[in-house]
């Protein structure tokens, strides 16, 4: 039983060998490990479970997102007759009618199989104004990394002279026909040690985007630099963008010469701007003259008296313990505002000089809701907005409104993807081990036998709100078979703002974790089941979670699922896209950082001969953002100190559960099934 590496002997990893993705001796391993996996599970219990969820993806009563450029709805949709997808467009009035009337632009899976590869659709971007252009993202099996291609909308076809870019992590924008901003890590140094772009180029049709022109370069040891443009009243403005860390940045406007001059606002501030005014959102206390304004406090300066060093901020918005500003973004001279007060959805609108605030009229106050502006392009925008309204148990409704305060009308509502009859939800709080009401919600049929059968997941990360969407995964493969589903709103996430993030961040992200136990700890308590009957899932940070669940707290799950997780905390850094994390996370380099990055790197602190609960790790060999080592080294250690840990590898997928439906459904079949028969739900 070899325990190897340790939290003593943290260097000492005998598992290196499974960071070589395509290696050898690596593949010959996930091989046998998925082989075991299949053999155990992959009955026709979990294949009906697949092809139900696999149909309720591809259902064609599920909801298209679209969005306008120029005179077009554009929509990306999957179903079962193109599990790739096909990229297509209408009008406002096609869409409005039953069936509207499509323009296929692109069908992927005929490109894929006309070129052999393996293609992900990744997004596009039109040429602004005249839209008869696109830049296409084309990803192989699902990675981060892109092929760029430029697409003509009246032929339908990529043109001959067109732009191309190889695979790589590579971002372009346009700003005329013939020229494009590109961002790339392709080529001898141009990547950060996060492995994004370093430089940003000028790069016109007909030259080679290796040779053109760098308008800027970032540090290798920042995350990354990454272009924009700014049309506000027919002035073309570039927008040159540093990320310096995760949370921290420097914007510097400019023109295709370069940057010329720095906005003069905090590194950790979130900003953007329209109609003469910047709304600015500080991550830290700022201090303008003799006022310090708080976190998340919203403020409003004239964009002309800022770049000229004059600052005279106005208060907008003020947080309060449970309620955080979630974002903003402006829309037709209006500034929006996306609130969570004590996690109801609240949207308001500003109106410049005067400042007054509206309530955007219509939207549900329970549930979840999203808002955001109907054009790609902001320039674009008459002010028209989309809403998505949703729960647990009520598939989402797209809805339409504007700045100009309007009841919203119903575009569309998606079909059902399960039966939701009898469950309800409901909303409730743990106490965590330092006092902290931890938030959840808790949805099921009435379940009085003190063993439902519970699914937990939570994420607890980077200041991301994990809220309670509706799920045809959960919905399907748990709910509609009578369990129990619980999501958690644990510290490290954004759903209180910046000080929720900042308690689970660092050297307190062990506190997320402590809430996470807290409210499997409370479900006991309130008698819904007991810890057998508790299964947890969780991924990318979630599955971070996940594994330290296993190695502090096991006495508290019947069964975990690690997805797509980081879980080597010391070597993070060195793997893929890692190193822009160490806002998160810490430095492993520096033995301060590591003093209490140690005590969550589960990899290091599992040891032999305790009382873990079953695991089911899982990660996809195209993932280029968590790397696939992660979850393979926790596997192998585990294995080797006898637990019976399962591990499972599909080749294709990216940083997720699949490139498409069918793939997905396959997954979450898989990782299901493993957690009802692990917690005695289901026989073996």
């Not at 008459?382 to 309204?389: I, K, N, S």
Request: glycine share 10%; charged share 20%.
């Amino acid at each position: 039983m070899d325990p190897r590496p340790t939290i003593e002997a943290p260097d000492d990893d005998p598992f290196l060998w499974l960071e070589e993705i395509e290696g050898e001796r690596a593949l010959a391993w996930v091989a046998a490990q998925n082989e075991q996996v299949l053999q155990r599970l992959a009955d026709d219990r979990v294949a009906a479970d697949r092809d139900g969820l696999k149909a309720a993806l591809d259902r064609p009563g599920k909801l298209p997102h679209v969005t306008r450029r120029g005179a077009h709805l554009y929509n990306f949709w999957q179903d079962a007759a193109h599990p790739r997808g096909i990229w297509r467009r209408t009008t406002m009035a096609g869409f409005r009618q039953e069936q509207p009337d499509w323009q296929v632009l692109l069908d992927l899976d005929a490109l894929a199989a006309a070129e052999g590869e393996d293609w992900v659709w990744a997004g596009a971007t039109t040429l602004f104004s005249a839209h008869d252009r696109a830049m296409l993202r084309l990803s192989r099996g699902g990675g981060d990394a892109v092929v760029l291609r430029e697409f003509d909308l009246h032929s339908l076809a990529f043109p001959g002279d067109g732009f191309t870019l190889p695979e790589g992590k590579s971002s372009t924008v346009w700003l005329d026909r013939d020229t494009l901003l590109l961002s790339t890590a392709l080529g001898e140094g141009n990547a950060t040690s996060a492995g994004y772009p370093r430089r940003i180029r000028l790069w016109r049709r007909g030259t080679d985007p290796m040779a053109a022109q760098v308008l800027f370069e970032t540090a290798v040891e920042s995350m990354g630099a990454w272009g924009s443009v700014d049309r506000e009243g027919g002035q073309e403005v570039l927008i040159f963008m540093e990320k310096t860390g995760f949370f921290d940045g420097i914007i510097f406007l400019g023109d295709r010469s370069g940057p010329q001059h720095r906005v003069p606002l905090p590194t950790d501030a979130t900003y953007a701007w329209q109609a003469g005014h910047v709304a600015v959102k500080p991550r830290t206390p700022w201090t303008v003259g003799a006022a310090t304004y708080a976190p998340d406090t919203l403020l409003v300066l004239s964009l002309d008296a800022l770049m000229a060093g004059h600052l005279d901020p106005r208060v907008v918005f003020t947080p309060e313990p449970r309620r955080a500003l979630q974002g903003f973004f402006w829309c037709h001279g209006k500034l929006v505002l996306a609130i969570l007060d004590n996690l109801a959805p609240v949207y308001q609108l500003l109106t410049p000089g005067s400042w007054d605030s509206a309530e955007v009229p219509g939207l549900p106050q329970i549930g979840v809701v999203d808002l955001w502006p109907l054009d790609a392009e902001l320039e674009e925008s008459d002010g028209t907005l989309l809403a998505m309204a949703q729960d647990p148990v009520t598939p989402p409704q797209l809805l339409l409104t504007s700045t100009a305060p309007a009841a919203p009308a119903l575009l569309k509502a998606s079909s059902p993807s399960f039966d939701a009859t009898g469950l309800t939800v409901s909303r409730h709080e743990a106490v965590s081990v330092d006092g902290e009401r931890i938030p959840y919600v808790q949805i099921g049929p009435r379940d009085e036998s003190g063993q439902a059968p519970v699914h937990l997941s939570a994420y607890g990360g980077f200041q991301v709100s994990r809220l309670p969407y509706y799920s045809a995964g959960v919905g399907r493969l748990w709910l509609q078979k009578g369990g129990t589903a619980v999501i958690g709103q644990i510290r490290g996430g954004g759903e209180f703002g910046t000080a929720w993030h900042e308690a689970g961040r660092l050297a307190a992200k062990a506190r997320s974790h402590d809430d996470f136990a807290a409210i499997a700890a409370d479900l006991v308590a309130r008698g819904v089941t007991v810890p057998q009957r508790i299964a947890a899932e969780g991924g990318s940070n979630g599955g971070l979670l996940i594994a330290n669940m296993l190695t502090r707290y096991p006495e508290w799950f019947g069964a975990l699922f690690c997805t797509i997780p980081l879980i080597d905390m010391r070597r993070y850094t060195k793997l893929l896209a890692g190193a822009s994390w160490i806002a998160e996370y810490g430095d492993p380099e520096k033995p301060e950082d590591w003093a209490f990055m140690q005590h969550f790197s589960a990899y290091h602190a599992a040891r032999p001969g305790q009382p873990y609960p079953p695991i089911l790790l899982a990660t996809t060999r195209r993932d280029d953002r968590v790397h696939p080592g992660h979850a393979r080294k926790m596997a192998a250690k585990l294995q080797e100190m006898g637990y019976p840990a399962a591990f499972y590898e599909p080749e294709a997928g990216g940083h997720g559960y699949g490139k498409d439906n069918a793939e997905v459904a396959s997954f979450s079949a898989l990782g299901a099934a493993f957690l009802r028969r692990a917690i005695g739900w289901e026989t073996a």
